[in-house]
């Protein structure tokens, strides 16, 4: 009977591994570029704009932004409808699989809230996106001018 649970266990183990790592293996298939952040006054929101990729086989969720240059960071969408332009908070934003999702003025972007100092222009600030699969990707956003358009 031991011979039988030695065996037993390394599979277990070898399949409890191999799920955890499944987010892993996720957050491979993403990355991030051209990631910026609007300078302003610290006691005045700011944003920050990012590609996020996925080169996987299925879309990805994201759910969250942290950086340690603020102290909330939060998924927004900014949308027109003829003269009203309407700014709201969204629980997430799907990135397609074998797509792109672009985090841009006049649509989605990060609504960033507490400043700890005033940013510096061309500066960078470190910034990690969270997805619902508990994954991680970070990247490094330049500080731009308040009359900063795009990358």
Known sequence: MKKIA?????????????LLGAPLAHAATLSVSDCWI????PNLPSSG??????DGDAPASL???????????MLHKS???????????VASAEVPAHGTLRFAP??????????????????????????ADHSKVSTTCTVKPPSALGN
């Open 79 to 89: 949308e027109s409808n003829g003269s009203t332009a309407t700014m709201s908070h």
């Open 106 to 131: 006049k649509g989605y972007h990060l609504m960033l809230e507490g400043a700890g100092k005033p940013l510096q222009v061309g500066s960078t600030v470190p910034l990690s996106l969270s997805f």
């Open 38 to 41: 609007r300078s302003m006054p």
């Open 6 to 18: 030695a065996p037993f266990t390394t599979l277990c183990a070898t399949l409890v591994a191999a």
């Open 49 to 54: 704009y990012f590609t996020v990729s996925n």
């Open 63 to 73: 759910v969250g932004a942290e950086t340690p240059a603020f102290g909330m960071a």
